[in-house]
């Protein structure tokens, strides 16, 4: 960035301190197609690329008292965007425990029937908990976990929207998430929920 961005960056800061909301859109139109590029090689979905865009112009917009001019402000934006994304992966990381768990435990070693039955018993807790979805939210998942569906073309077949897909698939999927953290030898079913419904939009 040379000086006279920079200076002009402090300039637009001095403004949005004072609640100038021009100068925020300025800022915005600056840096959130860099910051959009930067975010969505980590993130690789567009909408949650775009709600982080959201929540980092937001945090923005909240602190904008606190700002500080003498600061390289594409520094400050994309450390708090990092951080964000970093939040990110750390959340699904202890989501995502239960798989590393149920990878080593029931398909690298499942080697003796005792291990296939209980393998067969997590395929049958898991119906139960399906069944406990409301009736649409289940018919969704159902195409998406057992068919292997794509998002657009289950929307398609069911006449709605792929984001009303997208958002049933994750409820579905914290419901699920949840019964099985209720019971702890339910873990295993994750692997097979979450790595089934990745990938799929």
Same mark, same amino acid.
């Given at each position: 960035?040379?000086?006279?961005?920079?200076? /002009?960056?402090? !300039?637009?800061?001095? +403004?949005?301190?004072?609640?100038?909301? *021009?100068?925020? $859109?300025?800022?915005? @139109?600056? &840096?959130?197609?860099?910051?959009?590029?930067?975010?969505?090689?980590?993130?690789?979905?567009?909408?949650?690329?775009?709600?982080?865009?959201?929540?980092?112009?937001?945090?923005?917009?909240?602190?904008?008292?606190?700002?500080?001019?003498?600061?390289?402000?594409?520094?400050?934006?994309?450390?708090?965007?990092? /951080?964000?994304? !970093?939040?990110?992966? +750390?959340?699904?990381?202890?989501?995502? *425990?239960?798989? $590393?768990?149920?990878? @080593?435990? &029931?398909?690298?070693?499942?080697?003796?029937?005792?291990?296939?039955?209980?393998?067969?018993?997590?395929?049958?807790?898991?119906?139960?908990?399906?069944?406990?979805?409301?009736?649409?939210?289940?018919?969704?998942?159902?195409?998406?976990?057992?068919?292997?569906?794509?998002?657009?073309?289950?929307?398609?077949?069911?006449?709605?929207?792929?984001?009303?897909?997208?958002?049933?698939?994750?409820?579905?999927?914290?419901?699920?998430?949840?019964?099985?953290?209720?019971?702890?030898?339910?873990?295993?079913?994750?692997?097979?929920?979450?790595?089934?419904?990745?990938?799929?939009?």
């Amino acid at each position: 960035m040379n000086l006279h961005s920079e200076n /002009n960056d402090n !300039r637009l800061i001095s +403004l949005l301190q004072e609640g100038d909301k *021009k100068a925020f $859109r300025l800022l915005f @139109e600056k &840096y959130s197609s860099r910051l959009y590029q930067f975010a969505i090689k980590y993130l690789r979905d567009k909408e949650d690329t775009e709600d982080l865009l959201n929540e980092v112009f937001l945090k923005i917009w909240e602190n904008r008292h606190s700002l500080k001019t003498n600061t390289v402000f594409q520094s400050y934006l994309f450390t708090i965007a990092y /951080n964000n994304i !970093r939040q990110r992966f +750390l959340k699904k990381s202890r989501e995502e *425990k239960y798989i $590393r768990i149920f990878a @080593e435990e &029931y398909i690298f070693d499942s080697a003796n029937k005792e291990e296939q039955f209980d393998y067969l018993l997590f395929l049958k807790k898991l119906d139960e908990i399906i069944d406990l979805l409301p009736p649409r939210r289940k018919e969704i998942f159902i195409l998406s976990f057992k068919k292997e569906l794509k998002n657009k073309v289950i929307a398609s077949q069911l006449e709605l929207s792929e984001q009303f897909v997208k958002n049933q698939l994750s409820l579905a999927r914290k419901f699920i998430v949840k019964k099985m953290q209720e019971d702890k030898n339910l873990a295993g079913i994750l692997f097979f929920f979450l790595f089934s419904s990745q990938g799929k939009a």
